[in-house]
């Protein structure tokens, strides 16, 4: 049995729901699958309760003030989930874009933000990773925060630039 069986399951369940068709995986790790459809849609299938939660919240508050774009980077607006399925169905977004949020904390700050050496470590982490786009992703993380968004996975392939 693969590591994503379980979701995968919940995911096909919740496409004949809507009656929607898979048209291929474009996605997954830890979290959960992601999967595009044949609608122009992506659905993603959770894992656990606590990430499906945290993500549904995210866009249920990008959806409630109307946010299809941070700065310059798009950001999926949401379509439908399935609280009992793990699923949410989302927009597919071009570059430049800023996904996924199961890891985001909403209307309160991550835990680790306390401790001066996890963060040294990880703003290094991230200037490596990011080069002459960090102060980018930064503004674009600001920008977030503002919404009470705190975004914890910021990585190449979850934020994307045009070029």
């Known amino acids: 049995m693969s590591f994503h069986s379980e979701s995968l399951k919940r995911a096909e369940e919740y496409l004949k729901r809507r009656n929607l068709s898979m ?6 790790g830890t979290q959960g699958v992601v999967l595009a459809t044949t609608n122009g ?9 606590v ?3 945290r993500e ?3 866009y249920l508050r990008l959806q ?37 949020f199961a890891s985001a904390y909403l209307d309160s700050e991550p835990p ?15 200037r490596e990773q990011f080069e002459d786009r960090w102060p980018e992703v930064k503004s674009m993380m600001s920008d977030f925060k ?3 968004i ?10 994307m630039f045009a070029d």
């Open 56 to 58: 549904r919240n995210i």
């Open 23 to 28: 048209k291929k995986e474009i996605g997954g």
């Open 41 to 49: 849609t992506a659905i993603k299938a959770l894992n656990d309760t």
């Open 112 to 126: 680790y933000l306390d401790d001066p050496q996890i963060m040294a470590e990880w703003e290094r982490e991230k």
């Open 64 to 100: 409630e003030c109307d946010i299809g774009k941070i700065g310059e980077f798009n950001v999926p607006r949401l379509v439908s989930y399935h609280d009992e399925l793990l699923v949410i169905e989302m927009q597919i977004v071009l570059a430049p874009y800023v996904l996924d």
């Open 51 to 53: 990430c499906y939660m």
């Open 150 to 159: 705190h975004l914890a996975d910021v990585k190449p392939g979850n934020v």
């Open 146 to 148: 503002a919404l009470g």
